[in-house]
């Protein structure tokens, strides 16, 4: 039986590796919204990483925020609020996402004035009209990172950039596809770091990690014959449309899908493995999640390097898989649903953020699809600090032991 | 106490005069909403209803002839009928989790069991219009009650400005509004005419001219309305807008309040202490909340909330011209622009201090405000005080608690 997985290990590891990539030299700039366009921070000679939320950090936020604020913003600030979060030379905020964000940033600027803090709006809608008005919302935001931090466009750097995310997200994207097989190949916890190391210190050092566990995963899938079946579903994960599987999936245990917005896949990995373990259910796989720092910015379709570098950038933002703080509820209900009918899944676990609204609207209708395919669901009410932690394992534990009735 | 004694008291003492003033136009504003009420009834009957976002750029959909109902002003119904967690339980039963907006909760809930709800619900629409200016929500929650009853949604995206509006944030609500005017041709089957829409605008207009000036008489002192006067008053300028019914109702309820200015009638008997409110009202204690105050010699000559339908749409291109007034709710401007509106707002009325209602259904509206308050107070120089609560969701108010705040206020003023 395997040992419980610990958080405090990943977040530790996290402000290490961090600390691999910072220099004297380094202008570190913390986002928050999933589809934040990293190159654009490279093309300025910027490095951005991924503020994650740090389950050990709360109760900083009450002299400024409302405790219905969402709890990922509630920990951001917190950390900010007892000096937590790394050393950075900007944050940069999402406009348009979502409300909490939306004033979380205002609140910010107000609270910490010697922060610089930028924000780049994002369209609802995903045409060709909310394309364009995003390529004048970066090209916006690039003339500001230029006088702010006085470092200009730089097409090279901007190019370099361009690789690393896709030859990062390819990669990833292949990871996913494979385990969707064979979820045995690579264990999701790992995936989750792997994902959470790229974000956190994006560039070469991490991109090799990622590669060579592809290279892996690819070596062992070719003894199985499963490679143009894995290449077959991942180009189709990124077109949003789902082929038939031309090769049976694994099914040593249930078959689990995961959903939800802006929540850590590591922290899900941990709170899955550990109740496993206590439902002595360890054949239990998450073969893909639907999560917002994983599926939904791995599967970006690459920028093409030949056009405008902002229009190509919004183009690939507005393309990427849609988060629930954009239009399309239907789509992504329509998608779930070829999920269940064509991955063979069992359950899924439904991961939402206290007092997350584009993610709590959506749960409903999820809820509806889940039982019309007779596919078991847990919900578990989250948030960073898993101040519900006996709880949420609880319901995991009990979802586990239903499912195994089941099979 | 038996009849006789009872009688024998009536006979003795005069009735006691009441702390407020009510206005006789409300008569007017129960008959011109009844009216409005059954008109969306027809409507949907009739495959011409829509439901629309108070932010909603009503005047497309009124020059299309279609009839606009607006759930947030349902939402308004239903806390005042005091049955809002009963409605926000239906939703919760859906799967709606009880932390999301307590309109949006009333409003899917209504939709699921009509039969037990006010006035058996809003009507079924053939359309949900939504405008993001005043909020994320919206968009989630239409798509849910979409997904209920199978009407489409049309969203009409104004990202949240900073500062000016930029050309291509201009150009954006444009082409998002010319969307609008293609799912509105297609949908409800008619053409559009640029020429009936400027005539719509131009009736909106006069309707927000007239209100802007009712609000504006509240400079005076004593102050001809009170909060609860403004948050009633408002329902013909959220819901008629572009119509001539709003324009009939504001010529009479902007008449009266300039006749309780020139007799130097206030909305309370006895102004002491004029505040600010901030955020929509619990509308499930809106008059008891108002008129405890009232007895108290406090009156709200200003609130943040009602002064949000008080700009122009320009003569001109009249799709650009309407981008332009939707793009610039002030919502959707920030915090800073709530904090520079809210002091103004103290300056011109002359008010003594503010009370910030933190509305746990809407976050826009009410993340910030503890910063406000300081920001306020230190620019302002006067007190102010955060009360917390829900507009419709009476479970999450505490009215002891609220009270105590605002004495604790009042003690600081007097």
Redesign the interface.
């Known amino acids: 039986m395997s040992a419980p997985l610990s958080y405090d290990t990943v977040v530790s590891e996290r402000r290490q590796l961090l600390q691999t990539i910072i220099t004297p030299e380094t202008s570190l700039v913390g986002y928050i919204y999933p589809h934040t366009p990293l190159e654009l921070f490279f093309a300025h000679h910027l490095t951005p990483t991924l503020l994650w939320a740090d389950h050990k950090t709360s109760g900083a936020y009450e002299a400024s925020l409302q405790t219905f604020c969402c709890a990922y913003s509630r920990n951001l600030f917190s950390q900010r609020a007892k000096e937590q979060l790394p050393k950075l030379s900007a944050i940069a905020f999402p406009g348009g996402t979502c409300d909490s964000l939306q004033n979380l940033g205002d609140v910010w600027r107000a609270r910490f004035h010697e922060d610089t803090v930028l924000r780049l709006t994002y369209p609802v809608a995903r045409d060709e009209a909310a394309i364009t008005y995003l390529t004048e919302e970066l090209r916006g935001f690039s003339n500001h990172l230029e006088v702010t931090f006085g470092s200009k466009f730089s097409i090279d750097k901007y190019r370099e950039a361009v690789a690393l995310t896709a030859e990062f997200r390819a990669a990833a994207q292949f990871i996913v596809a494979a385990r969707i097989f064979q979820p045995s190949i690579y264990p999701y916890p790992e995936y989750a770091k792997l994902i959470r190391q790229f974000f956190t210190a994006p560039g070469p050092h991490t991109l090799q990690q990622v590669e060579q566990v592809a290279s892996e995963v690819q070596h062992e899938l070719r003894t199985n014959q499963l490679i143009p079946s894995a290449e077959a579903l991942r180009y189709g994960l990124l077109k949003g449309q789902i082929p038939e599987l031309t090769a049976t999936p694994e099914r040593k245990g249930p078959r689990i899908v995961v959903v939800g917005g802006m929540i850590d896949p590591e922290g899900i990995a941990v709170l899955f493995e550990n109740a496993k373990i206590n439902a002595e259910v360890e054949e239990a796989q998450i073969v893909l999640d639907i999560l917002s720092f994983s599926f939904r910015t791995v599967f970006h379709p690459p920028s093409n390097l030949q056009g405008d570098p902002f229009h190509e950038l919004a183009q690939s933002i507005i393309s990427a898989p849609a988060e629930p703080t954009q239009e399309g509820l239907p789509d992504r209900l329509h998608f779930l649903e070829v999920i269940f009918d064509k991955l063979k899944i069992d359950g899924l676990i439904i991961a939402e953020h206290s007092f997350c609204d584009p993610d709590q609207f959506e749960i409903p209708d999820m809820l509806k699809i889940a039982e019309k395919k007779k596919v078991l669901t847990v919900r578990l009410p989250l948030d960073p600090e898993f101040s519900d932690r006996a709880r949420i394992e609880g319901r995991l534990q009990s979802f586990f032991e239903t499912l195994s009735v089941k099979r | 106490m038996d009849v006789k004694k009872m009688s024998q008291k009536t006979t003795t003492e005069p009735p006691k005069e009441k702390a407020y003033r009510k206005l006789y136009t409300s008569k007017l504003l129960r008959e011109t909403m009844t009216l409005h009420i059954l008109s969306t009834k027809t409507a949907s009957q009739n495959g011409r209803l829509v439901w629309v976002t108070s932010g909603f750029p009503v005047e497309i959909p009124v020059a299309f002839d279609t009839v606009a109902a607006y759930p947030e002003q349902y939402g308004a119904i239903v806390g005042s009928e005091k049955c809002g967690p009963l409605l926000c339980g239906f939703a919760e039963e859906?799967?709606?989790?009880q932390?999301?907006?307590s309109y949006?909760r009333s409003s899917i809930g209504s939709v699921k069991k009509p039969e037990q709800s006010p006035l058996t619900g809003l009507p079924i629409p053939q359309a949900l219009l939504a405008c993001?200016n005043i909020?994320?929500?919206v968009?989630?929650?239409y798509?849910?009650v979409?997904?209920m009853t199978g009407a489409p949604v049309y969203?009409v995206?104004t990202?949240?400005l900073?500062g000016d509006q930029?050309p291509?944030?201009l150009?954006?609500v444009k082409?998002?509004l010319e969307?609008l005017i293609t799912f509105m041709s297609e949908t409800f089957n008619q053409p559009y005419d640029e020429e009936k829409l400027l005539q719509v605008a131009d009736l909106s207009n006069t309707a927000v001219n007239l209100w802007t000036k009712s609000l504006e008489a509240c400079k005076n002192k004593p102050s001809p309305l009170n909060c609860a006067d403004r948050f009633l008053s408002m329902a013909p300028i959220v819901a008629l807008r572009g119509t001539q019914q709003a324009i009939d109702f504001y010529q009479a309820f902007y008449g009266e309040v300039k006749e309780r200015v020139k007799q130097g009638l206030g909305a309370i008997r006895e102004e002491r202490v004029r505040l600010l409110w901030d955020n929509i009202p619990p509308w499930f204690t809106i008059y008891n909340f108002f008129n405890t105050l009232a007895k108290k010699g406090v009156v709200f000559p200003a609130d943040s909330y009602t002064h949000a339908w008080s700009a122009n749409i320009p003569r001109g291109e009249a799709l650009e011209s309407i981008a332009q007034v939707y793009s610039k709710i002030w919502l959707n401007k920030?915090?800073?622009a709530k904090i520079d509106k809210m002091c103004n707002l103290i300056k011109d009325y002359e008010l003594d201090g503010f009370v910030l209602f933190?509305v746990?259904s809407c976050?826009?509206y009410?993340?910030?405000?503890?910063?406000t308050k300081e920001?306020i107070t230190r620019r302002t120089g006067v007190p102010g005080v955060i009360i917390?609560g829900d507009m419709v969701d009476s479970q999450q108010y505490n009215e002891a608690q609220a009270e105590t705040r605002v004495d604790a206020l009042l003690e600081m003023i007097l």
């Open positions: 859906l799967g709606f989790s932390e999301l907006c949006a993001n909020c994320g929500t968009l989630g929650w798509e849910a979409s997904e969203l995206d990202p949240p900073e930029p291509h944030h150009a954006y082409s998002n969307g920030g915090l800073s933190s746990r976050k826009r009410s993340l910030g405000q503890m910063v920001v917390e």
